[in-house]
Structure formats: C-alpha cells, structure tokens
C-alpha cells in the first residue's frame, strides 16, 4: 500500500475542499461517494490520507531501525569484545535505560526541532541499547570458542575477526529485535506527532490524523477512529511478524 499509494489514492490527500467536510464513511447516511471513509474538518478525503501516511510510518519505522541497529550492534560487538570499552558503553546503556524511551525522544526532538529528518535521527539515536545489549551477550559467550581462538592464532585482525566471523554467527536475535523495533518505532513517530513534535502537520501521517481528530470525537468519530486501526493493524502485524521470527531462529524451539 505503502510503495503503491499514487496509484490506490483516490484523491490528493492534501487536497481541500469545505464543501466535502465532515463527510462519513460510505457505510452511514449522508456520505458522499468516492470518500469510502469520509473525509476531514477540511474536506480532505481520509482514505488518501490514511495510505499515504502508511509512507510515513512505515520510513520512520526501517529508517529509525536501520540506524540503531548498526549503531548498536557496533557498540555491542566492541562492548563484548574489550573490556576496557565494555565498562565505559554499559554505563551508558544503563544510564540511558533509566529515562523512559519516548520521554527521551521527546526531549531531544524538543531542542532539535520537529522534522521527518530529525524524527528518524532521534529515534535511531535512541534506540540502540537492546541491540548492544543482546549483542554484547553472544560475543561474551562465543570469544573464547575454538573458532575464535584459532582464527586469533594465525594473527587474523580484531576487525576482521568481528565483523568477518563473530558477527554472522549472532544475526539471528538481531533480526529478531530490529523486527519488534520496527513497531515500537512506528508507535513513538505517531506519538510525537499527535504531540506536534513530529513530522510537520501538512504531512499525511497517522498521528497528525489522530492529532486533528481528536476535537471531533463526538461529531466525527472517523477521523482519528480510522488511522488508530492503521497503527493497530500495522503494529499488530509486526509484532505477529516478529514472534514468527523469533521461532524460527530459534535453535531450542526448532530442537522441538
């Protein structure tokens, strides 16, 4: 839906028209056709709306995870591997997991600024910890396999032996992870933006339509009731997604 909203898009999803305002969906009386689920206070039709702001979640959402993947799994690598270094990052980590995610990601993009930009270099930033942590696991318990050990032997580099050896054998719980994070991402872009904090209003996006709706609850239930069931259904979809995942890399759950 995402990659094809200009060819399922009815309308343009900024596109206004006070005539067409509060319209409801098809199903109830006093909807207008080719508005299938109504349009808003400004006329503009929901069902665009809703696909196009599938593009903004669903960006924010890999992008954000993208980049706090990497970040994370590089410091748990680096972490797990040097002592010296794990001591220092932990700490961090530690210190970092005391204030509440979207707290932190509020405050930051408080002093940066709202923006699609922004947004996704917050979330990214904010984001590494499970990765480093889950990574920093494996490699304590895998350094001192005879693999490693042997490959230390006959001089290979530290670099060489992270990302060439250590690291392909501890992919699978990233997966895992970046699969979760993914929906979690998707909820704190809807949540700073039904702040304001967001991505800037005239953008499409789920949470500007739950922020806009939310004063015409009573009259005009479908504006926010809409894009609430999007995140659901997307969010619930991943996490489905994730569990799937989680068994199939799974050695124990294969074992039974």
Do not use: C
Not at 181 to 210: K, T
């Amino acid at each position: 839906m995402a990659v094809a909203a200009p060819k399922l898009a009815l309308h343009d999803p900024n596109a206004q028209d006070l005539l067409m305002r509060f319209k409801p969906p098809f199903w109830l009386e006093g909807s207008e056709s080719g508005f299938l689920l109504g349009t808003d206070h400004l006329g503009r039709d929901l069902l665009s709306r809703i696909i196009y702001g599938s593009r903004i979640s669903i960006l924010v959402g890999v992008t954000a995870v993208l980049i706090s993947g990497v970040l994370g799994m590089v410091i748990g690598l680096l972490s797990g591997f040097y002592n010296a270094l794990d001591h220092v990052m932990m700490r961090i980590a530690d210190i970092q997991l005391a204030f509440p995610t979207i707290l932190l990601a509020l405050a930051i993009v408080a002093v940066l600024g709202g923006g699609l930009e922004n947004l996704i270099i917050v979330l990214g930033v904010t984001g590494w910890v499970p990765y480093a942590r889950v990574v920093r696991s494996e490699v304590l318990s895998i350094r001192s396999s005879d693999y490693v050990v042997a490959a230390q032997t006959i001089g290979v580099s530290d670099f060489r032996l992270l990302f060439r050896h250590i690291l392909p054998n501890i992919f699978s719980p990233v997966i895992t992870i970046a699969t979760f994070q993914v929906a979690s991402a998707i909820i704190s872009e809807s949540s700073l933006s039904f702040l304001g904090l967001g991505v800037p209003i005239d953008v499409p996006s789920w949470g500007n339509m739950l922020n806009q709706g939310q004063l015409y609850m009573e009259s005009a239930w479908w504006i926010s009731v809409f894009p609430g069931v999007s995140i659901l259904l997307v969010v619930l979809a991943i996490n489905i997604l994730g569990d799937v995942w989680r068994d199939k890399f799974n050695p124990k759950a294969k074992a039974r």
